[in-house]
Each structure stands twice: as structure tokens, then as C-alpha cells.
């Protein structure tokens, strides 16, 4: 009896670090109109709009699973290892990920502070 789990649910998903906005059709792990398709993670989820296909879908985002905090799928937002993590979480437990995981942050981090670091033009 899933069937009662499946009603889809609306509303308007909002990404609570870059304040990303669509609306939603779904919420769950299994989408409407998908043949076998499970999502590894309680996911927000819309039609694409890009296609008349009804099997076709677009995952939003999803919620931290240590803040809980919502954020959309973006990798400047959010990054999925077995869980969904805002990236703000993963900075502040970097040492608890694997050193795969680090070293993609550490590569990260220069084009994210590639702007305030202009200290070294001050002497003239």
C-alpha cells in the first residue's frame, strides 16, 4: 500500500544558500511517472520543462543531512556523499571525509577567494 505516498505534493522550493526558487512537484524518493527509478536521497523534484515526456524529471535539492537546512542540488550549494551536505557543513567537518572529498574542496577554495585576495599590490 505505497500508493498513498506517492500523491504528489506542490509548492516552492527555495534553496536556503544561493535563494534558488522553483516550484516543486514531488518530494520523495520514488518521482511520479518513472518506471523504476528510486532516488537515493528524500529529493524535491519538478517536470522538466524541457520535454513533453512525463517521465522526464529535474531534482532540485534536497535537505543537509547534518543542518537540515534546504539546498539545491548546485555545487556551489551542496555536495552528495551517500548524504546530501551544505557545503558550509562539509567546510566545518572537512577532516571527517575522505581525502578525495578535501582535496575537491581544497581545489574549491581558490575560485571561491580569488576576489579579497588583493593585498599584495599596497606598495608603491
Known amino acids: 500500500m505505497d500508493a498513498p505516498k506517492e500523491v504528489q505534493s506542490t509548492g516552492e522550493f527555495t534553496c536556503q544558500l544561493c535563494g534558488l526558487t522553483a516550484p516543486y512537484t514531488y518530494y520523495g524518493q520514488k518521482p511520479p511517472n518513472t518506471r523504476s527509478i528510486v532516488l537515493l536521497e528524500e529529493s524535491y523534484v519538478?517536470?522538466?520543462p524541457f520535454t513533453p515526456d512525463k517521465d522526464k524529471f529535474l531534482i532540485l535539492g534536497s535537505h543537509c543531512s547534518l543542518c537540515s537546512?534546504?539546498?539545491c542540488a548546485g555545487t556551489?550549494?551542496?555536495l552528495f556523499y551517500s548524504k546530501r551536505f551544505?557545503?558550509?557543513c562539509v567546510n566545518?567537518?572537512?577532516k571527517a571525509f575522505p581525502l578525495e572529498i578535501q582535496e575537491d574542496m581544497d581545489k574549491?577554495?581558490?575560485q571561491q577567494k580569488s576576489f579579497p585576495c588583493k593585498k599584495g599590490d599596497t606598495r608603491t
Open 46 to 48: 519538478m517536470k522538466d
Open 69 to 71: 537546512r534546504s539546498v
Open 92 to 94: 566545518e567537518n572537512l
Open 86 to 88: 551544505c557545503l558550509p
Open 76 to 78: 556551489e550549494c551542496s
Open 108 to 110: 574549491r577554495k581558490p
